[in-house]
């Protein structure tokens, strides 16, 4: 290989056919005179060369020749061969490695035609990705080496995962709950598939280490919670976001929450739909609130004779577990409202608490507007660690990935979402584009403070866990009946 | 159907000695400096001809405007070219490839080639002798830049001779096409060589068609190629008498010089044609035999196609320089270290 160019953080590199494979992601050093420039390759093309259309032409004219012979006395035909297939390598400049560590702002260019250039080892690589911590997650395979990345990098952080359907997104997600978990943290997952609850089983149906850890929560069945739990801020908030209740009726609610608060002592679901009923107000606001009571009443998820406290759940997830929360079952505002609800008392428990991972799938499915930006700023500091996981990359808010500190990304081939998504994370958009668009299945680019801002391409490792992310087929399951 | 197995026997031996001749030249370019070269072929109709004006129009009793109507049976049409580069030179020498092809259109239409070479000569003063033998006479009392100039033009002819010798020796009742003109000058020392190939072409009963796709002839001060009859083509022009008449013995013509527009609205060209039979049928079958682009024959294309050095030749045969041990220069690029920084390229 030789350097032919440079042109801002842009190198390409030519090379004959028959060198190394590459692969996109992969890194090489270019060394001259005991100093290494680390670079990462995006992409491999044909070679310039001059004069190649000219020879293509006629190579395509010779289709129709019946028989070529040639008498080449001195092998020109195969040197001439092996120029023709001359690769040009797309790499990208990710610093100067002075004394083990990687330097963006050194100004050093090695020799174009003395340098050697070679594939870096997987090992520095690890090494200069490597962020703080001691609790490593073994995440896949990189360069054909284990690559591990620590679950301190993704403590107090925002992490996207996002990528096409089917490209291994739950799959990963699966992979940093479970090791979360391992480490002894507490995640809450909003499960909208119902596909986390395996977890808690091996492959071969029998009952993983986890399984006690895990705890699935389906709402209106095991998951019920009390009005008064609930406080009337999440009441107010539930009607306004999910239900859209005017201000007028709002004003109302909160004079009924105090007038049933103060008759029975208790605020109950029926003590409130029985004072709207029979209070004096306006009769369009009685029938609104009333409508907005009794569906909330009919999702079965509030029951103030039985129910459970989310307090009492996470006392029992003390030294780590999964709160698993199914939201397959749900009808869309029925998601909405035990969204609210959870989010708002995960607000005011944490007050006091260790901090927790929320891992949100297809988040822009239940989560209104006005909570991203909550989520990535004001819960943080409360501690809630949000992960993303989405295949829909533009219904996250542009303003989330700015503020992302590591991002998963699977393959994308539509350009408007590699678009996106190149405007917003935190690696250039040529790499974003050339690498992420050609990613096989279960491959993902890495970028972010997990892998100390040096982008890389793992495989993510296969999960001894049911993972139940699988698309379900029609022709498989009659075959099995 | 044997014809359709036919393949070129090409005796690897007959071009042996040509490349042996060149592998022994190498051993002098061991550690040497040169400057790269740039690929123009040598365009060896311009040097092959004298300017000839005809003071004449075509309507003079000396111009026989004969009309060709398309042949019936079906011929072989053998084309052959070559071409050359210099590759590299300094004060010492220069480094010089050559290469050939032959292109047959078989009687089943189906196209067979023949590529011969790239063969690489390192001609200095003191080797001219042993790779040129007698042709070396020519290269004598020339300055550097002519001897590079006739070196290249003598081994290209080398080779061209070789490829038709082979030809016309090889095939019988084919129509062979050659690139430039059956022609000699006082430059050409080829006369035995080209009497050789015209007699084995009678022996044979082959029919040679010599197109030129450039020419200095001209008639009232009009390029050849745009010289129009009245008829409509295909049509050829008997210039014989009339170049005759007028070269006064500069040049000498081996068998008929015609005027050949061939097909409506393309240029006419000059052919030279050793014939056994009459040349408007010889023409005839050609137009049966082999399609013709712009009036000139697909075949003989295909041949100037397959015998021209492309770009990425030329990089190739540099490179097996650099694998000789030669340094090249490129003096484009002193130019450009020296000047471009000051005045912006």
């Known amino acids: ?481 | 159907m044997e014809h359709l197995q036919h393949h070129i026997d090409l005796d690897e031996g007959f071009f042996k000695a040509f490349s042996e001749v060149g592998r022994q030249t190498f051993a002098s370019l061991d550690s040497l400096r040169m400057y790269n070269c740039s690929r123009e072929d040598l365009v060896r109709e311009y040097l092959d001809e004298v300017y000839i004006g005809f003071n004449s129009t075509l309507d003079e009793y000396f111009f026989e405007v004969q009309e060709v109507e398309i042949g019936r049976e079906p011929r072989k049409v053998i084309a052959i070219d070559t071409s050359s580069i210099k590759i590299a030179e300094s004060a010492r020498g220069v480094v010089i490839s050559v290469k050939g092809a032959i292109v047959i259109r078989d009687l089943d239409k189906s196209t067979i080639v023949k590529t011969v070479g790239p063969f690489i000569f390192y001609i200095t003063r003191k080797n001219s002798k042993k790779v040129f033998g007698e042709y070396s006479e020519l290269l004598k009392s020339t300055n550097r830049y002519d001897f590079y100039l006739y070196a290249q033009k003598i081994l290209t002819e080398l080779l061209e001779k070789r490829l038709q010798e082979y030809t016309v020796e090889k095939y019988k009742d084919s129509i062979i096409l050659f690139d430039g003109s059956l022609t000699t000058t006082t430059f050409n020392c080829f006369l035995d060589s080209i009497e050789k190939i015209l007699k084995k072409t009678l022996e044979n009963k082959n029919e040679i068609l010599a197109f030129s796709k450039t020419s200095f002839l001209q008639i009232s001060g009009e390029p050849l190629q745009i010289i129009h009859s009245e008829k409509n083509p295909p049509y050829i022009i008997d210039l014989t008498k009339a170049l005759e008449y007028s070269n006064l013995g500069r040049i000498r013509v081996y068998g008929r010089v015609y005027l050949a527009r061939l097909v409506e609205g393309s240029l006419g060209y000059r052919v030279d044609a050793y014939l056994q039979n009459e040349a408007s049928t010889v023409f005839g079958l050609l137009l049966k035999n082999d399609p013709l682009i712009y009036g000139y024959p697909e075949t003989l294309i295909l041949a100037h196609d397959y015998s021209t050095f492309t770009k990425l030749d030329t990089i190739t045969l540099q490179t097996m320089l650099k694998k000789m041990n030669v340094e090249l220069l490129y003096p484009e690029s002193v130019r450009d270290i020296l000047f471009n920084p000051l005045d912006g390229g």
């Not at chain 1, 009769?283 to 999702?299: G, K, M, Q, V, W």
């Not at chain 1, 409202?337 to 005011?348: A, C, D, H, N």
């Not at chain 1, 944490?350 to 507007?369: I, T």
Request: charged share 30%; aromatic share 8%.
């Open chain 1, 1 to 481: 290989m030789k350097i032919l160019s440079k042109n801002n953080d842009t190198i390409e590199l030519l090379a004959s056919p028959d060198e190394e494979l590459l692969e996109r992601g992969d890194y090489l050093v270019i060394e001259d005179n005991g100093r290494k420039l680390l670079v990462q390759v995006i992409d491999i093309e044909y070679a310039d060369l001059p004069g190649i259309l000219e020879d293509t032409l006629r190579e395509l004219s010779s289709e129709d020749v019946k028989k070529i012979s040639m008498i080449d006395p001195y092998s020109v035909g195969s040197l001439l061969a092996k120029l023709r297939e001359a690769r040009l390598i797309i790499a990208k400049f990710r610093g100067v490695l002075i004394n083990g560590e990687l330097r963006n702002d050194v100004l050093w260019l090695p020799s174009r035609l003395n340098s050697r250039i070679y594939k870096a080892s997987p090992s520095l690589i690890v090494e200069l990705s490597k962020s703080c911590g001691r609790r490593v997650i073994l995440m896949g395979e990189f360069m054909g080496d284990w690559f591990t990345i620590n679950a301190e990098s993704l403590d107090g952080r925002l992490t996207i995962i996002t990528g096409k359907k089917e490209m291994g997104k739950s799959h990963l997600a699966k992979l940093l709950v479970t090791s979360l978990v391992e480490y002894g943290a507490r995640v809450v997952v909003f499960d909208i598939n119902g596909e986390y609850k395996g977890l808690s089983l091996k492959i071969d149906g029998s009952e993983s280490e986890l399984s006690e850890r895990l705890m699935v929560l389906v709402p209106g069945e095991n998951f019920k919670v009390s009005i008064e739990e609930a406080s009337l801020k999440t009441l107010l908030d539930i009607l306004r976001y999910v239900y859209d209740t005017p201000s007028s009726s709002l004003r109302e609610f909160s004079r009924i929450w105090y007038l049933v608060e103060r008759t029975y002592k208790k605020v109950t679901l029926k003590g409130l739909i029985e004072a709207v009923s029979k209070t004096q107000m306006n009769e369009s606001i009685r029938e609104a609130l009333l409508s907005r009571l009794l569906s909330l009443e009919s999702l079965e998820f509030f029951d103030d004779g039985e129910p459970v406290s989310l307090e009492e759940l996470f006392r029992d997830l003390e030294y780590g577990g999964a709160l698993i929360i199914d939201l397959s079952r749900s009808l869309p505002h029925g998601r909405r409202v035990v969204v609210e609800y959870v989010l708002s008392r995960l607000s005011s428990m944490l007050k006091n608490s260790l901090p927790v991972f929320l891992l949100a799938e297809e988040a822009h499915l239940y989560l209104r507007d006005t909570y991203w930006d909550d989520l990535v700023t004001r819960m943080r500091h409360i501690g809630i660690f949000p992960i993303f996981v989405t295949n829909q990359p533009d219904m996250i808010p542009d303003s989330v990935y700015r503020q992302a500190d590591n991002i998963f990304l699977f393959n994308f081939t539509n350009d408007s979402d590699l678009d996106y998504l190149a405007k917003a994370s935190r690696v250039d958009a040529e790499t974003v584009k050339r690498i992420v668009k050609a990613l096989p299945q279960r491959k993902c680019l890495v970028i972010g403070r997990v892998v100390n801002d040096l982008p890389i391409v793992v495989k993510v490792r296969e999960l001894m866990l049911k993972t139940m992310g699988e698309t379900k087929l029609f022709f498989t399951s009659i075959r099995e009946q």
